[in-house]
Nanobody
């Protein structure tokens, strides 16, 4: 059974840092397309970062230079290191993966970047609140 469990959210002052974790089970993440999204009430779910099957990351312009997506294959966990947090980063953050039971290209993962509908499995979300 595929399961994604986010943790690490909380409240932080602007300029601070948080590290979110996405613990995956039911599959191995090493060759998967994994992503972080975020959503605030009244707005569409927004792509934050993606890491492809080769470990190459990509980021939304709004977080580029501040956030880092990474993975620890031994722990089967994807991380989102968030630095220099801004008030506008406040959101519920979700981890997602394209189905690990299908075969897809790196280009497919790149095309999926920022597109919630391309992802098949989702975590429950973790809240990040940044105070200004």
């Amino acid at each position: 059974q595929v399961q994604l469990v986010e943790s690490g959210g909380g409240s932080v002052q602007a300029g601070g840092s948080l590290r979110l974790s996405c613990a995956a089970s039911g599959y191995t993440i090493g060759r998967s397309c994994m992503a972080w999204f975020r959503q605030v009430p009244g707005k569409e779910r927004e792509g934050v970062a993606v890491i492809d099957q080769n470990g190459v990351p990509n980021y939304a312009d709004s977080v580029k230079g501040r956030f880092t997506i990474s993975q620890d294959n031994a722990e089967n966990t994807v991380y989102l290191q968030m630095n220099s947090l801004k008030f506008e980063d406040t959101a519920t953050y979700y981890c997602a993966t394209i189905s690990p039971f299908t075969t897809y290209s790196v280009n497919y993962c790149r095309r999926a970047n920022g597109r919630p509908g391309a992802f098949d499995y989702w975590g429950q979300g973790t809240q990040v609140t940044v105070s200004s």
